[in-house]
């Protein structure tokens, strides 16, 4: 049976479309920095928002319509398998991602829970062999259930402690069997909510434990895909260990991890730790650890996660111009983790959707490629730093000075007079100038 009745093939037709169904912006066979926009920019459909989310939230239930939504367990993960497939090849889109539990029913213990990953992991493999779409990444979901209330790998009790290493286990030889170019670990519920009752330093000891044990599994197994951490401030903890990148970088050198991880960096998490989605990326990437990208963003009139698909073109800009220095992704990619609005509960939405995303994408690695090339910003930071380049900043840099020679310049120089402006507003004007550009073709 068909699932998406009312989409036959979803095409590039450019800006002048008026088709609902049809790319604007994003063609997939462009050139960018050598690669086709589909190689570049590695598009995901997120399993959990696109074919599980039901369109509830706190106040209310869930709206959303779906063609499969009369069936049960294991029935329900068997069409939601066929309806993924035939989404994937009509958008297509060649990457998607999913937890455990989004393909298959937790079972009432963990050997039958087993057993229901194994028979709809096997029908997702027989899929992938007529299908172009791959996985960019699996996880495990260890943040539903009640017996995370307290946190995985970080959790008082040692029992929840190997009650996630068996799922993180099984989630790396599933990750193996499917071919996942990476593993993600999100740490949902690795945080504390009051140090009245936390040993932090044995919580963070025991997360570190945990994950050298995930990479000699991988190992073991020969799974070599890229570990992933994806950093978030709060929610539903009050305060997560993988605060944001900074703390992530913090933890991981501690830790002796800098050469396992990379980061997943997700940009509605980067507004709820307090930086701009760019600043996540930017650190990450002049630290070599900027792996993957969930592309959503939040709501500046709401204080939490709301998962919207991206649509605003300064953000999806400024993020492309730190993935285009970054020489793209590697075997990361953009994954849309992200829902449609509760009032949006048609199966034509998912497309609709998913097109905005990825038309706001492509605008933004339009722009960006173009400032780039015409160094708008590079040449304006590099006149800003010139004076690190001759004289005492040369020194400084190049660590041929100290306090006695800094402080003999200093009082030599008499006033500083040669600062000069930041220009945020010309910049910005810059930017919109290439913005609108773009977007008249």
């Known amino acids: 049976m068909s699932y998406f009745k009312n989409v036959s093939q979803v095409k590039y037709e450019g800006p002048n479309s008026n ?24 598009f995901a459909v997120s399993y959990w928002h ?6 509830a939230d706190p106040f209310g239930a869930g709206t959303a319509v779906r063609p499969y939504d009369h069936l049960k367990g294991m029935d329900l993960a068997k069409a939601r398998v066929e309806a993924s497939f035939e989404f994937f090849e009509k958008l ?11 393909v298959a029913p937790e079972a009432d213990n963990l050997s039958e829970t087993f057993k229901n990953l194994d ?16 996985l960019l990444w699996n996880t495990a979901n260890m943040f539903t259930h009640p017996r995370w209330t307290f946190g995985a790998a970080t959790a008082p009790n040692a029992d929840v402690f190997a009650y996630a290493a068996a799922k993180v286990k099984k989630g790396l030889e599933i990750g193996k069997e499917l071919g996942s170019e990476n593993y993600v670990f999100w740490g949902g519920r690795e945080g504390y909510e009051t140090l009245l009752n936390t040993d932090m330093k044995l919580e963070l000891d025991n997360l570190a434990r945990f994950f050298h044990m ?21 929610e539903p903890t009050k305060h997560q260990y993988d605060f944001d990148v900074a703390t992530g970088l913090a933890f991981l050198h501690q830790y002796g991890l800098q050469d ?40 500046t009139l709401l204080g939490w996660d709301t998962d919207e698909f991206p649509t605003d073109l300064y953000s999806t800009t400024l993020a492309m111009y730190e993935i285009i220095k970054n ?27 998913h097109i905005a995303g990825m038309d706001s994408f492509a605008i933004g690695t339009k722009v960006a490629k173009r400032l780039l090339e015409d160094k708008v910003l590079e040449d304006f930071i590099a006149d ?19 306090f006695h020679k800094l402080s003999a310049h200093a009082l030599e120089m008499g006033t500083i007079t040669n600062n000069k402006s930041g220009r945020q507003e010309n910049l910005r004007a810059i930017l919109n100038k290439y913005l609108l550009e773009a977007t008249q073709g």
């Open 50 to 55: 696109t074919f599980t989310g039901e369109g």
């Open 92 to 102: 297509d889109v060649p990457f998607f991602c999913f937890h455990d539990f989004d």
């Open 119 to 134: 028979e709809i992991v096997a029908m997702i493999k027989d899929y992938m062999k007529t299908s172009k779409t791959k």
């Open 214 to 234: 995930a990479k000699d599994y991988a190992k073991e197994i020969g799974f070599d895909a890229q570990f992933l951490i994806e950093p978030k401030p709060k």
């Open 384 to 402: 800003r730093y010139k004076s690190y380049t001759e004289g005492i900043g040369k020194d400084i840099v190049e660590g041929n000075t100290d």
């Open 19 to 42: 088709n609902p169904f049809a790319f604007k912006y994003y063609n997939p066979e462009e050139q960018i920095n050598g690669q086709s926009m589909e190689e570049f920019m590695r």
């Open 260 to 299: 396992v991880f990379k980061f997943n960096i997700e940009a509605n998490h980067a507004t709820l730790a307090g930086h701009t989605f760019e600043h996540e990326l930017h650190l990450a990437r002049i630290n070599g650890m900027l792996g993957s990208v969930d592309a959503n963003q939040g709501d």
């Open 327 to 353: 020489n793209g992704l590697g075997t990361g990619g953009l994954n849309f983790d992200a829902k449609v609005r509760r009032g949006s509960f048609d199966t034509d939405d998912l497309f609709h959707a």
